[in-house]
Nanobody, 117 residues
């Protein structure tokens, strides 16, 4: 069983920065993809950024140039550096681990990010 624990959310003013972390524990298969999603109440969960175990990244258009995803494979941890935050970035942010080998698809509990105007 894999567990994902997110941290780093909070309240920040528009234009500010936050860094989210997601630590995975348990038996994790590689290669894998770690992703950050976000979800507002009553809306679908949207992909924000993704990074493969080899370091290839991808971003939603709405966060390109402002957010940076990275990972430390030795620590099984993925990070999301969020700069120039906007009120519309206010969401619950979820971490996801996907590995085809082992059919792993796990989610964290979510961390709230609130950006005030």
């Amino acid at each position: 069983q894999v567990q994902l624990v997110e941290s780093g959310g909070g309240l920040v003013q528009a234009g500010g920065s936050l860094r989210l972390s997601c630590e995975a524990s348990g038996t994790i298969f590689s290669p894998n993809i770690m992703r950050w999603y976000r979800q507002a109440p009553g809306k679908q969960r949207d992909l924000v950024a993704a990074i493969t175990s080899g370091g290839v990244t991808d971003y939603a258009d709405s966060v390109k140039g402002r957010f940076t995803i990275s990972r430390d494979n030795a620590k099984n941890t993925v990070y999301l550096q969020m700069n120039s935050l906007k009120p519309e970035d206010t969401n619950v942010y979820y971490c996801n681990l996907y590995a085809l080998l082992g059919r792993q698809d796990y989610w964290g509990q979510g961390t709230q990010v609130t950006v005030s105007s």
